[in-house]
């Protein structure tokens, strides 16, 4: 076989080789779709948020307290210029408040039109998960706030629960 | 077109309240109306040869019933000046709790209200003020809370006093 001929079946195989390689990789990426989350500690737990619903993180300064509103909206905040109210989450879910710490942060997050900071104990981490790493275990649902799990996945060897920001919202805003 | 609103601040138990200074005839000495009586007891008394009606702000805007663990928090960086100074106890105009007189419409009844220290009279730029937030709006117990003025970036609850 002439040396010419050889180099060029050479060069084929390698150029089929990278196709075959990159048609691999986008079929991964289509089956390992991703999302963003926003990990935030809570009563000793970690959760998340989608991270498309958050709009900025805060620390905590000044809550203003704004009289007859339920208990879990202790009040509002002022971010650059604009009011946010502050959503309790532990008193949503049930739980008592705790006093904050230089930990505690403010998440603002928005989901069609309803806008509001959420008090966590810490913001964790900010990640890309691939989505079907969420599932949603029979054991959740056992907990009181079932019904604003999304699903859970494992964060740093713990779990990690998701949850439904839009639900929350949602029934917050249905009249009691 | 208003482009601004004179409103005069004051403070009950720690946090600043506004109302529009146009619903207010008169700041009246507590003593002058309701000498015998503990300060915060809703009460009719005579005044000025007509019936007055005193309620409480504090009771009205159900603080007395607050309990927050914020106030435990002391390592906020950024509380506003403005905020330090006027949720002073003492006051820039005079330093004793007040009887609030507003205006009145007609003949009838005058109304009262106790507050504790009165602050600052202010005009603010109709652009600072902000209406209460989404999720707040849905869920006020209080109607007379109507908005939010933030003056110097602290944030001064609004109060209607007509619907008091």
Known sequence: MPQDQQM??????ILEAVARREDRERASEIEEKTVQLVVFAFDDRFYAFYGELIQE?????EIAYVPGMPDYLPGIINVRGEIESVLDLRRVFGLPS??????SRIVIGEVDAVRSGILVDSVEDVLEVPEESIQLAPSVLEVEFAEYIIGEATYKGHNLTLLDLKKIFRNLLKTE | MRHNISVLLFSVRNTLFGVDAGQVEE?????DVVSSRPFGEECRVRYNARDLQILDFSSRL???ERSDPWRNFHAAPEKSAFCARNTAAISMLEPSPKVLLTKQKGEGMLRGIYIEYPKQLLSISVGCIHRLPVLMREKKLIEAIWGIALVEGCPIVLVDLERL
């Open chain 1, 8 to 13: 060029n079946e050479g060069i084929e195989e």
């Open chain 1, 57 to 61: 993180i805060v620390t905590v300064t």
């Open chain 1, 98 to 103: 705790v006093p904050l710490t230089t930990q």
């Open chain 2, 27 to 31: 700041l009246l000495n507590i003593e």
């Open chain 2, 62 to 64: 159900q603080l007395h």
